[in-house]
Structures are given as C-alpha cells and as structure tokens.
C-alpha cells in the first residue's frame, strides 16, 4: 500500500504536474493508494467552499482511508521525533511524524513531497516513492 501525503494530493488536485504527482496518475490502476484521516483533513482544510470540499471529498474516499489517531500511535510519533532530535533533525510538524510512524508501523510506503519525511526515511527505514 501507498499512502500519498497532503502534499502530493493538494498538487494532483490542482493539476500541477511534478515527479509525485505524474507517478500517482501513471500508477492509479496497478498500486494500492490510501490516506490517513489526517491526511483526509489537511487536504479537506484548504479547498475554497463547501462545494469544492464534497467534491474533492468524493475523489478522495475513492482510496482506502486509515484512522490513525491512536494512543499507541501517538506514543510512538512522540518516541520517533525524540530520537530524530537527538539526530539533529527536528520535524517541523506533528502532523507529518504521525502520517510517517503510521506508515512505518503498518509497512506502507509513503509518496510525498515534504522534507519532514527525510529524516524518517535515512534514519528509520521509512519506505519512501522516489519517481
């Protein structure tokens, strides 16, 4: 399974075409996509109306949707930031530590477009789409 971040879907959304998002259209039919609830909620958060959110809302619950907000998730994401500070790499957001532990706990590859993830991939093992 894929799991495609927010900002892989924001851009395909909009019809941007980069490396991610021309992999994802290439790989629709032949790759297994989900996203996490978090996900669900970021991408839903920054579309313009109500109107716009039910649309993009549809084209996303195409894909299979993870719940992730968990206690032991939570303990883990806390864990996994802890040791990529002691590192030297402090990820800017909390969000992007629980879409990456998500993903490392259940062996999902993640497609992405963040340099949060980076430190996850080089020193957790987090499976990383490179197009």
């Known amino acids: 399974m894929v799991?495609?971040?927010?900002?892989v879907w924001v851009d395909y959304l909009q019809g941007?075409?980069?490396r991610e998002?021309?992999?994802l259209n290439a790989e629709l039919d032949r790759q297994r996509f989900g996203l996490t609830d978090i996900i669900l909620c970021e991408v839903l958060q920054g579309v313009g109306d109500d109107a716009e959110a039910k649309k993009v809302e549809g084209i996303l619950l195409k894909f299979e949707v993870f719940e992730g907000g968990s206690a032991a998730l939570a303990r883990?994401?806390?864990?996994?930031?802890r040791a990529l500070r002691s590192r030297g790499h402090t990820v800017r957001?909390?969000?992007?530590?629980?879409?990456?532990?998500?993903c490392?706990?259940?062996?999902?590859?993640?497609?992405?477009?963040d340099r949060d993830f980076d430190p996850f991939?080089?020193?957790l093992a987090l499976s990383v789409i490179h197009p």
């Open 3 to 7: 799991i495609v971040d927010t900002t």
């Open 16 to 18: 941007v075409h980069n």
């Open 21 to 23: 998002t021309d992999w």
């Open 76 to 81: 883990d994401a806390a864990r996994n930031y």
């Open 93 to 102: 957001k909390t969000i992007d530590c629980l879409i990456a532990t998500f």
């Open 104 to 113: 490392l706990s259940e062996g999902h590859s993640l497609l992405h477009r």
């Open 121 to 123: 991939e080089q020193y």
